[in-house]
Structures are given as structure tokens and as C-alpha cells.
């Protein structure tokens, strides 16, 4: 293994440690795990070109990790498949020649930038023929897959579907193998239907930097997997079609809050592996659930037993039918969840899972109220979604209208979806019923609205024009080059994305990297003769350099980094991505990884980090939805509260929760319109926002590229002075996300501009020349009322105090 330093070593084991927990057990058969390392067959996409998260700004510069040939070596396995290896990476580079001439092509066709184009652009796996011939009894197929930034997913062979290749070779490999398993290195589901057959499949996913180590530690049994899923895995077809995806310009959510599990037990599609489905080498019973009521505070306990022949840890989901009154609900609905610590074969727990049932409420668009519905609220106990039994009920005797708020959002051209009629599971008769009365929720309340300190709007108003401005943008030196596109727009750290603007009346700057899979910076770098950081290594995402055209070559070349000074290195430890610590579904987990990156952070002088990133997987095609993670919020906000609590756990660290809202495809991402209802916008897309808000205080939030019902998020007060700051009381920064003028061109919407976007309350990223003298001009000439502005740029001042 490469030499580490001290923080890489502990931060590698802790890794190695927890990220078991992350990979979850589709399928077994009990022939695994392995009693000893011995010869092994190794194939597959993943096999040495192993995934350890995807593409774009999430792409952490490690200084290495552990490919699954390098960990299955390095557990003492014989790979008996050097052949099949090496021709696989032959049929690779060939492919991947063909497809960059492919995207230069088609840019030129179109007229469009092949960067643009590029971005997180999926090179299908190709067709290729190479013989099964690995020696010994024991083989695994890692299948991979790859997505990222700036481009969706599609239903074709060798991404969201297998190719013919694979599935004649992994079902040709189960078949001549006495032990196989098939192993998924992906980032979101694959339709697996074809090889179904298959008896033992493990999704490993995508793990950083301890991906390869953790499989071999799996098969060897050293490591018991238990994770479960945290997004439906259905079939292509399977996929529900009521909204749109993908749409250049106009993207309709007409399935309104059916989103994932809530769709597929509405309309009665079973999909191949259920939301919260996952297995261990183990199994668990429960015994009876016991269901308590305190004031609104439903407490499930619930004993789960070991009863199998391995160590393991299981995750108790409970799940709530909400009566459909009024307003139509899902079948169910998720409600809290618990894991047991590892259990040893014989050993039980009582796991107690607890939520309220205020988090139960719906969203009344014509009260403009979160609501309950008087009515039967029948609570079960499930080891997945589709897999539960009923516990008992709490009956609500009237209607409570929880909070009225403010409209916001917009309105879409359509009435949502509701399925025809309601679904329910019968209550066991003898099952317990709770009577819940209204008056019970007379004691909840709400934050108070969050202002910016007196302090801070007096410093604000005190700066001239131009100092205002700067202040409401993020730091440049020039025009916004190359490296503000791709994210590394930092003067202060090498490779870092972007920073405040830096001392203006002694106000020193915020320096901000990229996440979510650890912090993104450049490896190597130096100090230039005017003090400023300089990479050394291109901090281009692998493969951008060779869809440049021949001017921007030659610039990148020119301007390439010249060291003449002492080399220093900034090695980050690549985490699980986000899917992946979703997929544990434990919090405190997620507390321990958020922890690591914040103590690189205080290494390396980063104040904010750009991640977690919590949009929901509304398709499973959207490129970016490793970086998520879930399709249902509760465990989103949870995981993105634990993670940064975790984060700002050390002192003068925080976070950005990103990308608020609605920023589900990567099509034409800077400029798509998410056209839907206020009632999906509440109780889907910016519930988990408000969880991670309730529990964890984040930092800073990141508003989203794309438009909401015709406006950018960026430039809607309703979403930043009115949920963020009135209803969620909360006083962080708000910063728009990496906003480039040069895409807005012969698009029907434009780009976000920085005059809005200030007066919204939001700080306009990377920030470039134009857009502070764009700024300024309406400041200068009224239309950017200079109050707002002077708002805006105290919530710079109010960070900077905190952090100190
Ligand atoms: C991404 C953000 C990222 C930012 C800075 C944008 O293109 O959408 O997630 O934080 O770049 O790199």
C-alpha cells in the first residue's frame, strides 16, 4: 500500500471500519462469505478500473485508493485473471478514443462547447468478447458504472441496463464457478433483471478510497455488510413515467410527492429490490412491537434477535399509513428508523424507534397550512418498505392545522397525480390503538425569523458601492476562467472552489471546497512569488483535457503551473459517496465520516465545505445522484444532519447544504425549469433541507442552477427570506452555486443573473468582473435596492464572526 501520512492512515481505517456497513446484500445463497483468501477469478468493469465515486466536483483528489484487484491482493487472494485484465483495459482505451472523437463531433455539429457537452458525459461500456478462463472455484464480476456532473443517465446497455457482454459473462461465470458472486460498483441502481439468477450480489458501491479493501474484508467475512437501500431498484420498464425527465427546458413533476417507494406502492408495481431492502450473511426475527404515545411522540421498541450463524446489525424502519382524507397520501409513508448495534449469533436488542407525529403533516395548498388529518395512523415495523407488519395505530380525533405559512414556490400548468384509490394494510385486530387528540400539538412551536446581527448590518451599510458589492460576490482576480467552471476558484487554496471576498475592511475571506465525497482540492501545489497558491497538477476532472479544442489546449499549457518553489501536498481522503452513507442508515456513522473531512478541512484552511448534498433522487437516471441521498427525505435530512454535525463538530468548520432545490437532472442544468406543485416542493424536495436546518444548524446553504416554476433559485426570495430565514428561523449564508454567463446563451431561460440574486438575499459564486460591475450598475442606478444589498453582504459578516 502507498506510504500515508499519519491523519490518511487514521482516516483510511476509520473508513475501513464503517464503510462495510455502507454496501448492501441483494442477494446470498450462504456459500459466502470465504473461508480463507485462495486463487480468484476477478472480472468485470469494476474489477480493476474499480469506481471510487463518480465524476465532476464531487471527484476527490486522493492520493490513491484501493482499486478491488488491489484489495482482493492485498488480502492474500491469487487473481488468476491478469489476461482478461489487461485485454479488458486494451478494449477501454480503445473505446474511450471513439467516444471523445464522438463528443468533438457532435459539438461541432451542434455548435456547442464539448466541454459543455463533456461534462460527466457516460461512456457507455462497449460490447467486447474476451474468454472466461480465470483459474480456481471462486470468482467475482465487479460491475461498474460511472456518472457525474453536467449529464444524465440513460436506459441504454452499459449504463442504466447491462450489455449483452455482461450478462452472457456473469451468468457464463455463475454457472462455471462454485462460488460467485456478482458485485455492483455503482453509483444507482442497474436493472439487474436479466441476471436475477444470479444467487449471491453484493452492492459494494462506491466506498473512496477503501473500496477494494472493503470487499475483500466482505467476501472474507472480516466485515459483516448491512447496509440497505436507500432508493428503489426497479426494472427499466418498471420506471414510473407519469412526470417528465430530462426535458432541456421545462421539466414537469406531475407525480407530485409519488416519488419513488410512495409511487410504486401507490400504483401497485412491485420493483426488483424495495426501498429499505438489504440482507446481511445473517438473519434477524423481531419479536412483538410495543407502540407508546407520549403528548405527539410515537415510541416503537421493538426486539430483533440474531438468529442466524454471523455477526450483524439490522436497521428497524417504521413506517406510517397516513389516513387519506382531504388529501391523498401514499400507502406508507417512512417515519423513523433505528440500527441495532452488531449482534452476535443468539444475541438480541430492543431497538427503539421514536419520531413525532407532527413530521407526519401534509401540506394543504388552499389552507397554505401543514396539516393532519383526523383519522386511523397505522404504524408498522418493516425490514423494508415492502416488507412490514403493523404494530398498532394512533387515532387522530380532529383535524390539526399544524402552521400556516406563506404561498411560495410558484404554481405549475398541472394538477398533480393521486392514485385512483387508497391502499391499506388491515390492522390486526387485536392490535393496539392509540387515541391522539388535537389539543395535544398546542405546545409545539416555531422559530422565531432569523436576522443578520446589528453588528453586521451596521459594518455593511458602512461600505462604499463597489465594497458592498464585492462583498455580495464571491472572490476573482479576472475574468472567470477555466478553473471557476470547473470549481477550483480559490486564491487562498490551491484547487479549492472559490472564497468570499477577501478583507475588505478587515473582513478576511471564506474559503470553500468541494464535496461530497471528501474535500476536493489540488494534490500538489506551490507558493507563487506574490504569496498566492499555485496547483500543480491540472485540476481538470480526468479526461476534460482531451475535449478542449486547440486554443484552450494551448491556454491550459501555457498557464500550466511552472513549480520553482518547494512542493506541498494536500492529500484528501476520498469518503463513501452519498448514496453509499445513506445506505448504512446510521447516523452516528455518518457523524464519524462528516468528522474526518472536517478535520482535513482545519488541516488544509478550508472554512466551508460544499457538500452535503441532499437532493432527492426523483429518477434514478439523474447524473448526480451518487451524491444524494435518497429518495425519500427523512433519511436525507438525517444523513446530511449527521454528516454535518459531524463537520462542524471542529472548530471554525462548516457546511453547505446544496443544492436548494429542485435540481434533480443534470440536463441542461443551468438553465432547466422544474415546474411543480407547492406541495411536492414542501414535503419532498425541501423537507430534508429543513431537517438537516432543525437539527444541525448548518453553516451555509447553496441555492440550485436550475429555475422553479419559471424563476432561478437563486433569485427566489420566497425560498430564501421567506423559508429559509421566517419559517426555519435560520441565519446562515446563503451562496448561489457555480453560476457561468457563458452557457446562457440560445437558451429560452438565461443564466442566473447577480443583480436579482443579491437582492434575493444570496451571495452570487465563483463571482467574476462581470457580474460585480452587472451588480453594481443596478445598484448605482436603484433597481438594486441598497438595503438588500446591505442584507445580503451582513450575512458574510455574521459567518466570518462565527467561524472566527
Ligand atoms: C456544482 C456544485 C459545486 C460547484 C463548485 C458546481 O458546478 O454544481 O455542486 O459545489 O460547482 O465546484
Not at 483510511?12 to 486463487?39: M, N, S, Y
Not at 467516444?99 to 461500456?125: N, Q, Y
Not at 479526461?543 to 486554443?551: I, K, V
Not at 429559509?724 to 435560520?730: C, D, I, T
Request: with cysteine; net charge negative.
Amino acid at each position: 500500500m502507498e506510504k500515508m501520512e499519519q491523519y490518511e492512515r487514521e482516516h483510511f481505517d476509520t473508513l475501513r471500519e464503517l464503510a462495510p456497513e455502507c454496501a448492501v446484500l441483494l442477494k446470498r445463497r450462504g456459500d459466502f462469505p470465504l473461508e480463507a483468501p485462495g486463487k480468484i477469478a476477478l472480472y468485470g468493469s469494476g474489477g480493476r478500473r474499480t469506481v471510487k465515486g463518480g465524476t465532476g466536483s464531487g471527484d476527490v483528489n486522493s492520493r490513491f485508493y484501493i482499486t478491488c484487484e488491489q484489495g482482493l491482493r492485498d488480502a492474500g487472494f491469487t487473481v488468476t485473471t491478469q489476461k482478461w485484465l489487461d485485454g479488458y483495459d486494451a478494449v477501454m482505451n480503445a473505446a474511450h478514443i471513439s467516444f471523445i472523437a464522438g463528443i468533438k463531433e457532435r459539438a461541432k455539429r451542434e455548435h456547442k462547447s464539448p466541454f459543455i457537452l463533456g461534462m460527466g458525459a457516460v461512456m457507455t461500456e462497449p460490447e467486447y468478447d474476451l474468454p472466461l478462463e480465470g483459474e480456481g472455484d471462486t470468482a467475482v464480476y465487479v460491475l461498474a458504472r460511472n456518472s457525474g456532473e453536467g449529464n444524465d443517465r440513460t436506459l441504454s446497455a452499459g449504463d442504466y441496463m447491462l450489455t449483452g457482454t455482461e450478462i452472457r459473462d456473469i451468468l457464463a461465470a455463475n454457472e462455471r464457478y462454485e462460488h460467485f458472486m456478482l458485485v455492483l460498483n455503482v453509483g444507482g441502481p442497474v436493472d439487474l433483471t436479466p441476471v436475477l439468477k444470479v444467487d449471491n450480489i453484493l452492492l459494494l458501491s462506491q466506498l473512496g478510497v477503501v473500496t477494494g479493501t472493503v470487499l475483500a474484508d466482505i467476501l472474507l467475512g472480516r466485515a459483516q455488510p448491512s447496509g440497505k437501500l436507500a432508493t428503489t431498484w426497479a426494472a427499466a420498464e418498471e420506471l414510473p413515467k407519469l412526470g417528465d425527465f430530462g426535458g432541456d427546458d421545462e421539466t414537469r413533476y406531475k407525480e407530485g410527492i409519488y416519488v419513488g417507494y410512495r409511487y410504486y406502492e401507490s400504483a401497485g408495481v412491485k420493483p426488483v429490490f424495495p426501498f429499505g431492502y438489504g440482507l446481511g450473511y445473517t438473519d434477524f426475527s423481531y419479536g412483538a412491537a410495543r407502540l407508546e404515545l407520549e403528548g405527539h411522540r410515537v415510541q416503537v421498541t421493538v426486539p430483533v434477535f440474531n438468529s442466524g450463524a454471523f455477526p450483524g446489525k439490522e436497521t428497524v424502519q417504521v413506517y406510517v399509513s397516513v389516513p387519506w382524507g382531504k388529501l391523498d397520501q401514499p400507502v406508507k409513508t417512512l417515519a423513523g428508523y433505528s440500527k441495532t448495534g452488531t449482534l452476535l449469533p443468539g444475541e438480541a436488542q430492543g431497538v427503539k424507534v421514536c419520531f413525532d407525529m407532527a413530521e407526519l403533516a401534509a401540506f394543504d395548498e388552499e389552507k397554505s397550512a401543514y396539516v393532519l388529518e383526523k383519522g386511523r395512523y397505522t404504524v408498522f415495523v418493516g425490514r423494508s418498505s415492502d416488507d412490514t407488519a403493523a404494530a398498532g395505530a394512533v387515532e387522530l380525533t380532529g383535524d390539526v392545522t399544524l402552521r400556516e405559512v406563506e404561498h411560495v414556490g410558484g404554481k405549475p400548468d398541472f394538477e398533480d397525480w393521486r392514485p385512483e384509490h387508497r391502499k391499506t394494510a388491515e390492522l390486526p385486530e387485536r392490535a393496539k390503538v392509540l387515541k391522539l387528540d388535537p389539543g395535544a400539538f398546542s405546545d409545539i412551536r416555531f422559530p422565531e425569523c432569523a436576522k443578520p446581527s446589528e453588528k453586521a448590518l451596521e459594518t455593511a451599510g458602512r461600505l462604499s458601492d463597489e465594497e458592498l458589492i464585492l462583498m455580495c460576490c464571491g472572490r476573482f482576480s479576472g475574468s472567470l476562467g477555466i478553473d471557476g467552471i470547473i470549481g477550483s476558484a480559490s486564491l487562498s487554496v490551491a484547487g479549492a472552489a472559490g472564497e468570499t471576498c477577501g478583507s475588505i475592511k478587515g473582513i478576511r475571506g471564506l474559503v470553500m471546497a468541494d464535496g461530497p465525497a471528501g474535500l476536493r482540492l489540488a494534490k500538489r501545489y506551490y507558493i507563487d512569488k506574490r504569496g498566492v497558491p499555485q496547483s500543480v497538477d491540472s485540476t481538470l476532472p480526468a479526461g476534460f483535457e482531451e475535449l478542449m479544442n486547440g486554443a484552450s489546449k494551448m491556454l491550459i499549457d501555457l498557464t500550466r503551473k511552472k513549480p520553482t518553489e518547494e512542493i506541498r501536498y494536500q492529500f484528501c481522503t476520498a469518503i463513501p459517496i452519498g448514496t453509499a452513507i445513506a445506505q448504512s442508515w446510521n447516523t452516528e456513522l455518518a457523524r464519524s465520516v462528516g468528522v474526518i473531512v472536517g478535520e482535513e478541512m482545519e488541516r488544509f484552511g478550508v472554512d466551508l465545505w460544499l457538500a452535503p448534498a441532499l437532493n432527492i433522487h426523483r429518477s434514478p437516471l439523474c447524473g448526480r445522484n451518487f451524491e444524494y441521498y435518497s429518495e425519500d427525505p427523512l433519511i436525507s435530512g438525517r444523513t446530511a444532519a449527521a454528516v454535518t454535525l459531524g463537520v462542524q463538530s471542529r472548530p471554525g468548520r462548516g457546511v453547505t447544504i446544496k443544492h436548494f432545490c429542485c435540481n434533480n437532472q443534470e440536463t441542461n442544468r443551468y438553465c432547466s425549469n422544474s415546474i411543480l406543485s407547492e406541495r411536492a416542493l414542501r414535503e419532498t424536495y425541501i423537507r430534508g433541507f429543513g431537517i438537516c436546518i432543525a437539527e444541525a444548524n448548518p453553516a451555509a446553504v447553496m441555492t440550485s442552477y436550475n429555475l422553479l416554476n419559471g424563476t432561478h433559485t437563486s433569485e427566489r426570495e420566497d425560498l430564501s427570506a421567506v423559508v429559509l430565514r421566517r419559517e426555519w428561523g435560520w441565519r446562515g449564508l446563503i451562496m448561489t452555486d457555480w453560476v457561468m454567463s457563458v452557457v446562457g446563451d440560445n437558451q429560452k431561460y438565461p443564466v442566473a443573473l447577480s443583480a436579482p440574486t443579491i437582492a434575493a438575499g444570496n451571495i452570487f459564486m465563483p463571482g467574476s468582473r462581470s457580474d460585480w460591475r452587472a451588480a453594481l450598475k443596478e445598484l448605482k442606478r436603484g433597481a438594486l435596492p441598497r438595503e438588500k444589498a446591505v442584507r445580503c453582504a451582513s450575512q458574510v459578516i455574521d459567518l466570518v464572526d462565527t467561524l472566527g
